[in-house]
């Protein structure tokens, strides 16, 4: 058997493995983010790193978009 290609047969199973990828994209992708902000403006608030970690991916898309013509951190996060 191949780890990296076995799929699994119940939808249980698939249901909670694309739960578990669809977290970890959100985490790597909100880890890009803020580090990406860190290099722009300096080190975050709290509040910014709050924000960061509880955006959905689409939201997370929306900021590093904005973080490319933003003057402040709050302008990128779409908090102003």
């Not at 803020?34 to 959905?56: D, K, Y």
Request: proline share 2%; hydrophobic share 45%; net charge negative.
């Amino acid at each position: 058997m191949k780890p990296a290609g076995y799929e699994f047969q119940s939808d249980f199973a698939r249901h909670y493995v694309a739960l578990g990828r669809a977290e970890g994209e959100a985490k790597g992708r909100a880890a890009v983010v803020a580090t990406l902000l860190v290099l722009r403006f300096g080190p975050l608030t709290q509040q910014a790193e709050i924000r960061i970690a509880e955006a959905s991916i689409a939201e997370l898309d929306e900021i590093g978009e904005r973080l490319l013509t933003a003057q402040t951190v709050d302008e990128a996060l779409g908090l102003r």
